[in-house]
């Protein structure tokens, strides 16, 4: 634990929501020994975080003292906040500026108009049926999009994965917290996905995005994907179609790119392999695996950015920087998004061995990155690539 810096802190973002931590105590130093010695628990004061909004990193994590008998903590992005000359401040750095992901343009008071429209004109697609319960139950916006028909759209395929995140937000082992989402229970239809499709397609810079949440690792579906994304282009010009993945099936992935796709997001939480596995814990695929579908992807001119999980004290590590500048510029990768990784990190640290290597801190994390992978963009969100 240490002292925040200064170029690490910010007044709290507009639409930031802040979280009660049960069952721990905040650490501090007391204001007359600022940073010196060891940090005491601050009886008496109630421990809090804040949920960041979209585009916004963090850059330290809160220090607490946990207490016998504390729940693990549900599945958010908890960063440090506190008060400042009466207002309250938090730790995180701007990394894009996107107004469509504004939390006020979403779950507005139209909303349930706009889904009981598209789902009677179209009664039989389950996967609306689907993108219904994800937006007005889990609240995702990409879900929401397909029924205000704008940006990027939802289109959840898989109900399997390959792999078992250590935070994977929809399907969390008995003994975890409850995962924030349901994973998706069935593999659409050829027809469902162009349905819907069809209809985002229309909307001006559009993107159809498999790959969400709610459900396992779309690349399973890759037959599948691949007929839906000829059929579409056979049927509309328009659009981004685009894929959120976990990039294990290399060659599963030249069939969909190969049928027509425009982008790529893979996810990953390091460019180093131990450390790659110890959070994905991949069943059926290794860290080479994904390396190759990034190869592939690049090789064919699709955009490819990577949706990097973020840790503080973990990705600003330095040799975590230095493997993942070498893998931009080998792998000529289009985009970085940063993610704050939605999980306790006390659970995080269990199963994540701590680097051994400096801590340089997000901000500088940051410099290094656009210094040393200058032609890799860095921001938060899905860029539609095509219109
Ligand atoms: S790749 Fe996605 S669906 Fe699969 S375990 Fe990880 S987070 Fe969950």
């Known amino acids: ?163 078992c995140c250590q935070g994977c937000i929809s399907s969390q082992p008995e003994e975890a917290p409850p995962s924030p989402q349901m994973r998706l229970a069935f593999v659409p239809t050829l027809e469902e996905i162009v349905e819907v499709g069809l209809e985002h397609l229309n909307h001006p810079e559009a993107l159809y995005s498999f790959g969400q949440g709610c459900e396992g690792e779309p690349l399973l579906q890759a037959p599948l994907l691949a007929r839906a994304i000829r059929a579409l282009r056979e049927r509309t010009p328009k659009g981004t179609l685009h894929l959120n993945t976990n990039g294990s099936l290399p060659q599963a992935a030249r069939e969909v790119i190969q049928a027509g796709l425009d982008s790529m997001r893979i996810s990953l939480n390091s460019a180093i392999s131990d450390h790659y596995r110890a959070y994905y814990q991949p069943r059926t695929y290794d860290f080479e695996d994904v390396l190759e579908t990034i190869r592939i992807a690049r090789g064919h001119g699709v955009w490819v950015s990577l949706n990097l999980l973020m840790v503080p004290g973990v990705n600003d590590a330095q040799d975590e920087v230095e493997a993942l500048i070498r893998l931009l510029n080998d792998l000529d990768v289009n985009m970085v998004q940063m993610r704050n990784l939605n999980m306790d990190p006390d659970l995080f640290f269990q199963g994540i061995p701590a680097s051994q290597a400096p801590i340089l801190g997000v901000p500088e994390m940051l410099r290094r990155l656009r210094a040393g992978a200058p032609r890799t963009r860095l921001g938060s969100h899905n860029p539609a690539v095509r219109s």
């Open 1 to 163: 634990m240490r002292l925040p810096r200064e170029e690490e802190l910010v007044r709290l973002p507009t639409s930031s929501v802040l979280h009660y931590l049960p069952g721990r105590t905040p650490l501090g130093w007391p204001v007359r020994r600022t940073g010196q010695g060891s940090p005491q628990g601050l009886r008496g004061t109630l421990a809090v975080a804040v949920q960041l909004p979209s585009g916004w990193t963090r850059t330290l994590l809160p220090a607490w003292q946990r207490e016998p008998g504390a729940p693990d903590l549900p599945f958010f992005g908890y960063t440090a906040a506190f008060f400042r000359q009466g207002e309250l401040w938090c730790a995180a750095v701007q990394t894009e500026d996107n107004p469509r992901w504004n939390p006020e343009l979403y779950a507005t008071r139209d909303l349930p108009r706009r889904i009981r429209a598209l789902r009677r004109k179209h009664p039989a697609n389950r996967l609306l049926g689907q993108l219904e319960v994800c937006a007005r139950e889990y609240g995702c916006y990409n879900a929401q999009n397909i029924f205000y028909g704008r940006w990027e759209g939802a289109a959840p395929v898989s109900p399997s994965c390959n792999a």
